[in-house]
């Protein structure tokens, strides 16, 4: 499956604005900040800033990210101050991901300026984001409301024993994990599925020869993350978790899972993956997402979902 990126909507090339600041009525700084496309040209930039922020991303996390999406650039005298992309699923429905501001330009506006652009590149569809303490004030400004916790769990993994209900998938598995991801996410991410199985690990398991649940393992960040995991129950979930984390035994690996997943968290530390940080997951505009079956114990990442 080809992945395309759509060219950005009604959004020029550079947009203007300026910055004063004023000190006892005298004009002391003056600086133009020009919004621009996204472009592979500004990811060594954008890693940069990630970490300044302390986010963990390679160049290779960024080159997947922007593969999968569109977004818009800061930029100061010729300077990238400020990224955001927003990651486009079909049934009308996307994620404002990677909504960074350099250290030196927050307080200004900038963050705001940013969230114009992306829900601007998203029009009306529906919109996800997973935010940090900091930033939630200015996404709830754009009416974006909390629906979860996110928990990051990471660590060294354990030696355990593989688990006989998880197993490698087949390309065959393909059609029918897309379908399952699909139910679990409420949208249809099919571009993401394929990206992963072709970058990826994918475990599956099977109940009266049928896939319930899946799992994906890949290089990121520090070292290897696992997700998205989408399964009927926990045990299924654990399986699958279990798969990847035997066969990385010492290993650097990464889970973001949720406060629903009821009993995965506490379970995860166990395992060598401790809680170390968390997130909060939101949408624009609120809906409420029953209980779904399949049901998604662990996010592909917190950009993505």
Same mark, same amino acid.
């Given at each position: 499956?080809?992945?395309?990126?759509?060219?950005?909507? +009604?959004? /020029?090339? !550079?947009?203007?604005?300026?910055?004063?600041?004023?000190?006892?009525?005298?004009?002391?700084?003056?600086?133009? @900040?020009?919004?621009?496309?996204?472009? /592979?040209? !500004?990811?060594?930039?954008?890693?940069?800033?990630?970490?300044?922020?302390?986010?963990? !991303?390679?160049?290779?996390?960024? #080159?997947?990210?922007?593969?999968?999406? #569109?977004?818009?650039?800061?930029?100061? +005298?010729? &300077? $990238?101050?400020?990224?955001?992309?927003?990651?486009?699923?079909?049934?009308?429905?996307?994620?404002?991901?990677?909504?960074?501001?350099?250290?030196?330009?927050?307080?200004?506006?900038?963050? &705001?300026?940013?969230? #114009?652009?992306?829900?601007?590149?998203?029009?009306?569809?529906?919109?996800?984001?997973?935010?940090?303490?900091?930033?939630?004030?200015?996404?709830?400004?754009?009416?974006? &409301?909390?629906? %979860?916790?996110?928990?990051?769990?990471?660590?060294?993994?354990?030696?355990?024993?593989?688990? /006989?209900?998880?197993?490698?998938?087949?390309?065959? +598995?393909?059609?029918?994990? #897309?379908?399952?991801?699909?139910?679990?996410?409420?949208?249809?991410?099919?571009?993401? @599925?394929?990206?992963?199985?072709?970058?990826?690990?994918?475990?599956? $398991?099977? !109940? +009266?020869?049928?896939?319930?649940?899946?799992?994906?393992?890949?290089?990121? %960040?520090?070292?290897? $993350?696992?997700?998205?995991?989408?399964?009927?129950?926990?045990?299924?979930?654990?399986?699958?978790?279990?798969?990847?984390?035997?066969?990385?035994?010492?290993?650097?690996?990464? =889970?973001?899972?949720?406060?629903?997943?009821?009993?995965?968290?506490?379970?995860?530390?166990?395992?060598?993956?401790?809680? =170390?940080?968390?997130?909060?997951?939101?949408?624009?505009?609120?809906?409420?997402?029953?209980?779904?079956? /399949?049901?998604?114990?662990?996010?592909?990442?917190?950009?993505?979902?």
């Amino acid at each position: 499956m080809s992945l395309r990126v759509q060219p950005l909507v +009604d959004l /020029p090339t !550079h947009t203007h604005s300026q910055f004063t600041q004023e000190i006892r009525g005298s004009v002391v700084q003056t600086s133009q @900040i020009d919004i621009a496309a996204f472009s /592979p040209e !500004h990811l060594s930039a954008a890693v940069n800033l990630s970490r300044q922020a302390g986010w963990p !991303h390679r160049p290779e996390d960024w #080159e997947m990210a922007l593969a999968l999406s #569109e977004g818009v650039v800061a930029i100061e +005298d010729g &300077r $990238v101050v400020g990224t955001v992309l927003v990651t486009r699923y079909r049934e009308d429905c996307a994620t404002i991901n990677m909504v960074i501001v350099d250290e030196a330009m927050r307080g200004r506006g900038l963050g &705001r300026r940013l969230m #114009e652009a992306a829900i601007g590149i998203a029009g009306e569809w529906s919109l996800r984001l997973v935010a940090t303490a900091e930033g939630l004030p200015l996404y709830e400004k754009f009416g974006f &409301r909390e629906t %979860g916790r996110i928990l990051q769990h990471q660590g060294i993994a354990a030696r355990v024993a593989a688990p /006989p209900a998880a197993m490698a998938a087949t390309l065959t +598995d393909v059609a029918v994990i #897309e379908e399952l991801d699909r139910k679990a996410f409420g949208a249809d991410r099919s571009d993401l @599925i394929s990206y992963l199985a072709k970058t990826g690990e994918l475990a599956v $398991v099977r !109940h +009266d020869g049928k896939v319930t649940g899946f799992a994906f393992l890949r290089t990121f %960040g520090r070292g290897e $993350v696992i997700g998205p995991v989408i399964a009927a129950n926990l045990d299924d979930a654990k399986a699958l978790i279990s798969y990847f984390i035997a066969a990385r035994p010492g290993k650097f690996l990464r =889970v973001d899972t949720t406060d629903a997943a009821a009993g995965l968290s506490q379970w995860l530390s166990k395992q060598g993956l401790p809680h =170390v940080s968390g997130a909060i997951a939101m949408m624009k505009p609120p809906i409420v997402i029953g209980d779904s079956v /399949p049901t998604i114990f662990a996010l592909t990442n917190q950009a993505l979902g």
